[in-house]
Nanobody, 124 residues
Framework: QVRLVESGGGLVQAGGSLRVSCAAS????????MGWFRQAPGKEREFVSS????????YYQDAVKGRFTISRDNAENTLYLQMNSLKPEDTAVYYC?????????????????WGQGTQVTVSS
């Protein structure tokens, strides 16, 4: 059974940093591209960032480029999202997701497995 479990969310002031993690089990982790999505109250879920199985290729939403860094540890089956210079508009539930397809596309329908999400709240 595939499980993706996010952790590391919380409350932070604007300008601060957080690192969220996603522990994966039940899948050949290095074969899967991984992504981070987020959903704010009253808004649709949106793409944040993605990374290929080897970690060579990464993609970011324009609004987070230069502030967020996606990475993965294939030995530990863990995905990370380092978030710096956080803004109130980054407030959302952050989800990790896994795909056997390419990570260049940014649509959530491309992803096969999802975690339950972790709340990130940025206060002004």
């Amino acid at each position: 059974q595939v499980r993706l479990v996010e952790s590391g969310g919380g409350l932070v002031q604007a300008g601060g940093s957080l690192r969220v993690s996603c522990a994966a089990s039940g899948l050949a982790f290095r074969r899967f591209g991984m992504g981070w999505f987020r959903q704010a109250p009253g808004k649709e879920r949106e793409f944040v960032s993605s990374i290929s199985g080897t970690g060579v290729y990464t993609y970011y939403q324009d609004a987070v480029k230069g502030r967020f860094t996606i990475s993965r540890d294939n030995a530990e089956n863990t995905l990370y999202l380092q978030m710096n210079s956080l803004k109130p508009e980054d407030t959302a539930v952050y989800y990790c997701a896994a795909t056997l397809g390419g990570v260049g596309t940014r649509t959530d329908t491309n992803y096969n497995y999802w975690g339950q999400g972790t709340q990130v709240t940025v206060s002004s």
